[in-house]
């Protein structure tokens, strides 16, 4: 499976930007967005299943992020509301064939990343 993803770009704290990770292949049971800021590790943003649609997401993202998928076009989204500057990163869309995990070494495949800036 290749993972692309787009939709990064520069947006004033408070906008939203909508991510997307199109799938060259069927995705694996899970899919998950990661985020990582300049000098800091890699971290979980939210996941979720391919088949079922359960989602999971960090406290930081809870109540303004929102994950969904489009099985047809094998695309997961991640719309991103009320962002402030914390949010600037690189997201990486990554998935693996097992239950969302927040680790990112227990995911097979991973996009190239897009990048979000969120200026004040």
């Known amino acids: 499976v290749q993972l692309q993803a787009s939709g990064g770009g520069l947006v004033q704290a408070g906008g939203s930007l909508r991510l997307s990770c199109a799938a060259s292949?069927?995705?694996?049971?899970?899919v998950a967005w990661f985020r990582q800021a300049p000098g800091r590790q890699r971290e979980f943003v939210a996941g979720?299943?391919?088949?079922?649609?359960?989602?999971v997401y960090a406290d930081s993202v809870k109540g303004r992020f929102t994950i969904s998928r489009d099985k047809a076009k094998r695309v997961t989204f991640l719309q991103m509301d009320a962002l402030n500057t914390e949010d600037t990163a690189v997201y990486y869309c990554?998935?693996?064939?097992?239950?969302?995990?927040?680790?990112?070494?227990?995911?097979?495949?991973w996009g190239q990343g897009t990048l979000v800036t969120v200026s004040s």
């Open positions: 979720i299943t391919w088949n079922w649609g359960t989602t």
């Open positions: 990554a998935t693996r064939s097992g239950d969302i995990s927040i680790r990112t070494t227990e995911y097979n495949y």
């Open positions: 292949g069927r995705p694996n049971y899970a």
